[in-house]
């Protein structure tokens, strides 16, 4: 015969949810801004970019694997996406897509074929792509296209 779930096991289960409710309740006590319509969208702005990652890195460690190369492909096709910009935006955009597939298929093969720790094979691969993207960019970059910005805030 099974037994009902005790309190503590049932709190216990919910504790994410009871954390972020207390953490909310803390945040709005110390700062009366917290649940300003600015704060909210502020978050919501940028949960887009974020989430994606999350998701792809979800992905990735629902097999059991760890990929660090995020911030060198983030960094790596946010310079191709600016070198390809006067071909246009969709060239632009694809150029970006294509340098994130290429190093995730370069990744599965290293990490597959040759039997390479995916930490150690993804956190060099990190290190080339921040190098490339430092050497690629030779300045700061800002992008101020008003497709683009169209484009990333819808």
Request: zero cysteines; a positive charge; aromatic letters at 8%.
């Amino acid at each position: 015969m099974r037994r009902a779930p005790t309190f503590a096991w049932r709190a216990f289960s919910l504790r994410i949810p009871i954390l972020v409710v207390l953490l909310s309740a803390v945040f709005s006590i110390l700062s009366a801004d917290f649940f300003s319509p600015r704060t909210i969208e502020k978050v919501l702005f940028l949960l887009p970019s974020e989430g994606a990652v999350a998701i792809g890195m979800t992905l990735v460690m629902i097999i059991g694997e760890r990929d660090m190369t995020v911030g060198g492909v983030f960094a790596l096709s946010g310079i191709v996406l600016y070198r390809l910009l006067p071909l246009g935006l969709v060239p632009a955009l694809a150029g970006a897509l294509l340098l994130g597939a290429a190093v995730g298929l370069v990744n599965g093969l290293v990490i597959f074929r040759l039997r390479v720790n995916s930490l150690i094979a993804t956190i060099a691969v990190s290190f080339v792509l921040s190098g490339l993207a430092l050497l690629a960019a030779d300045k700061t970059v800002q992008i101020a296209s008003p497709p683009l910005v169209a484009f990333g805030n819808g």
